[in-house]
């Protein structure tokens, strides 16, 4: 079962609607109950703040995200950090390999220019199964 929101970004001039599973609607639940628990109602406009360092309620900076993603990657014994952009491009090519096309790849991702999915193509797998993804259609405009 798929659950939608509606996201804004600072930077892009657009909202767009993401689709998540269950398991990220749950794991936001978790979230936001301990972020209200800490922060209190309207602690801060931003999805990701500090909720453990100081300033607590700031905006999770990068580097923070990043010593996350480490802390988690060293916690799940995977060998090798894994950091938020491998994240989000093993997403892109899981949409792939799923058989989506590269516009869902571009929509999911907030991607405006079309170019910018190429790099979430991997590539031909060994042994791999399934469809790929068709070519990019270029939008005018």
Known sequence: MLHDIVVTVLQSKRAWVQPLDFLVVQGFDQYFDERLEKLGAGGSDFLLVNLFGEPLG?????????ELFARLSERAGLGRKIGPH????????????????????????????????????????????????GPLAVRAG
């Open 86 to 133: 491998m994240a989000r491009r093993a997403f892109g090519s899981n949409v792939v390999d799923a058989g989506g096309s590269w516009d869902e790849v571009q929509m999911l991702l907030g991607q405006e220019h079309p170019g910018s999915v190429a790099p979430y193509d991997p590539g031909p797998q060994p042994g791999a199964r399934g469809r790929r993804a």
């Open 58 to 66: 700031a905006p999770m900076p990068p580097s923070a995200m990043g």
